[in-house]
């Protein structure tokens, strides 16, 4: 390597250090020395003189520094900064012309015309007959897409790249075509093959999404079936919450029935607290009639426990509450329950009617819930009045 060459080679360095940046995850100082050293072996193994192989050489190392101002276009940048640093360093204006000529003719869409443009051209895009071609494309269109070029989904970049391959590119010297195609083809054949794994796994994921959209349109049971079961759910919970009111009511004038007659009836003996036995038994009397009701929205009914084959037959039991069947033999139910799931209509009858009767338990217990909180009130309100009554007259 000449004294100018090694200079190209630290310009090149500190230039992209200094003003490159780092979204060039492609098009950087590592892609310019594979360039480089693609040149170095076509060179060596082409018939081609001295001062062409100092101008490829000098080209290779200077064909991408146009990135520092422009993506689009930076060959034109790339050969004025080459004219510049070649002039400071007193290369001959016939040594420029080739180096910008070369430059030149990495321009994709230009075709090479003399060995040494084909070169170049074959050094630039030698990445497609390697074995690190996957990871270098991969890095091209993550840079596309930090600078906002192109962003490719990864089925789209697959089919550009066989673009580039089947019809964009070509090698030009006899030693890429010898020595990189062959691999060239390896890394095509694998592009085709991701492509068609890509096109199964599509085909399956959009068979898959049209059966399930077929499967909903003609099995509407399913949506039927999940309002079933959201709204038994509910009635469950509104069943569960009026339990828990009543247990709480029912302890609550337990206390109070415990306080009372523990700790105020005792004292009701004395004369100077006989004023005090109104108000208290109005308060107990309350608290009890509480209980009464807490207990009775709570208290479950007691059914017969069976059924016959005839009200089977007829639809007018229900199957799914254990009330109607906790006295029949397995046998007897299992017949039941088989004459039921034979009828999709009779299954859907049956929760309909479990719902029915789910909706009248609860409204017994709302019904029975909203007098025992009523009373519960007006048995406190009544109290404190009295007492404070008794304490006035006293």
């Given at each position: 390597?000449?004294?100018?060459?090694?200079?190209?080679?630290?310009?090149?360095?500190?230039?992209?250090?200094?003003?490159?940046?780092?979204?060039?995850?492609?098009?950087?100082?590592?892609?310019?020395?594979?360039?480089?050293?693609s040149?170095?072996?076509?060179?060596?193994?082409?018939?081609?003189?001295?001062?062409?192989?100092?101008?490829?050489?000098?080209?290779?190392?200077?064909?991408?520094?146009?990135?520092?101002?422009?993506?689009?276009g930076?060959?034109?940048?790339?050969?004025?900064?080459?004219?510049?640093?070649?002039?400071?360093?007193?290369?001959?204006?016939?040594?420029?012309?080739?180096?910008?000529?070369?430059?030149?003719?990495?321009?994709?869409?230009?075709?090479?015309?003399?060995?040494?443009?084909?070169?170049?051209?074959?050094?630039?895009?030698?990445?497609?007959?390697?074995?690190?071609?996957?990871?270098?494309?991969?890095?091209?269109?993550?840079?596309?897409?930090?600078?906002?070029?192109?962003?490719?989904?990864?089925?789209?970049?697959?089919?550009?790249?066989?673009?580039?391959?089947?019809?964009?590119?070509?090698?030009?010297?006899?030693?890429?075509?010898?020595?990189?195609?062959?691999?060239?083809?390896?890394?095509?054949?694998?592009?085709?093959?991701?492509?068609?794994?890509?096109?199964?796994?599509?085909?399956?994921?959009?068979?898959?999404?049209?059966?399930?959209?077929?499967?909903?349109?003609?099995?509407?049971e399913?949506?039927?079936?999940?309002?079933?079961?959201?709204?038994?759910?509910?009635?469950?919970?509104?069943?569960?919450?009026a339990?828990?009111?009543?247990?709480?009511?029912?302890?609550?004038?337990?206390?109070?029935?415990?306080?009372?007659?523990?700790?105020?009836?005792?004292?009701?003996?004395a004369?100077?607290?006989?004023h005090?036995?109104?108000p208290?038994?109005?308060?107990?009397?309350?608290?009890?009639?509480?209980?009464?009701?807490?207990?009775?929205?709570?208290?479950?009914?007691?059914?017969?426990?069976?059924?016959?084959?005839?009200?089977?037959?007829?639809?007018?039991?229900?199957?799914?509450?254990?009330?109607?069947?906790?006295?029949?033999?397995?046998?007897?139910?299992k017949?039941?329950m088989?004459?039921?799931?034979?009828?999709?209509?009779?299954?859907?009858?049956?929760?309909?009617?479990?719902?029915?009767?789910?909706?009248?338990?609860?409204?017994?217990?709302?019904?029975?819930?909203?007098?025992?909180?009523?009373?519960?009130m007006?048995?406190?309100?009544?109290?404190?009045?009295?007492?404070?009554?008794?304490?006035?007259?006293?």
């Amino acid at each position: 390597m000449n004294n100018l060459i090694e200079k190209a080679d630290k310009f090149v360095e500190e230039l992209f250090k200094e003003k490159l940046p780092n979204t060039f995850i492609y098009h950087n100082y590592q892609h310019t020395q594979r360039v480089v050293k693609s040149t170095k072996e076509l060179i060596d193994n082409s018939e081609i003189n001295v001062k062409e192989e100092e101008a490829l050489m000098l080209a290779a190392w200077l064909h991408d520094t146009g990135y520092i101002h422009t993506y689009k276009g930076h060959e034109k940048k790339s050969a004025e900064i080459a004219e510049a640093f070649l002039k400071d360093n007193n290369a001959t204006q016939e040594l420029i012309d080739k180096v910008k000529k070369y430059i030149l003719a990495t321009n994709f869409s230009n075709i090479p015309e003399c060995l040494g443009e084909k070169i170049i051209r074959d050094a630039d895009s030698s990445h497609f007959g390697k074995e690190y071609f996957e990871e270098t494309s991969e890095f091209l269109r993550q840079e596309l897409e930090l600078h906002n070029i192109k962003h490719f989904t990864n089925a789209e970049w697959l089919e550009e790249n066989i673009l580039v391959f089947t019809e964009k590119h070509q090698y030009y010297t006899d030693y890429a075509i010898e020595k990189w195609k062959p691999k060239k083809d390896e890394n095509l054949l694998e592009l085709i093959e991701s492509k068609n794994k890509q096109q199964k796994k599509l085909k399956k994921e959009e068979h898959k999404a049209r059966m399930k959209a077929k499967y909903k349109n003609e099995n509407p049971e399913r949506s039927i079936q999940t309002l079933y079961r959201t709204t038994l759910r509910n009635h469950i919970k509104l069943s569960d919450i009026a339990d828990t009111k009543a247990n709480i009511l029912l302890s609550v004038n337990a206390i109070i029935i415990s306080l009372a007659i523990a700790d105020m009836i005792p004292k009701l003996e004395a004369a100077s607290n006989k004023h005090l036995l109104v108000p208290t038994l109005i308060l107990i009397l309350f608290s009890v009639a509480s209980i009464i009701l807490s207990i009775m929205s709570t208290r479950p009914n007691v059914t017969s426990g069976e059924f016959t084959r005839e009200q089977v037959k007829k639809r007018e039991v229900n199957l799914l509450f254990f009330g109607n069947y906790h006295k029949m033999p397995f046998d007897q139910f299992k017949w039941a329950m088989g004459e039921l799931i034979k009828d999709k209509d009779y299954v859907y009858e049956m929760l309909t009617l479990d719902l029915h009767l789910l909706g009248k338990v609860l409204h017994r217990k709302y019904l029975l819930l909203r007098l025992t909180y009523t009373v519960f009130m007006s048995g406190i309100i009544i109290s404190v009045l009295a007492y404070i009554l008794s304490f006035y007259l006293m």
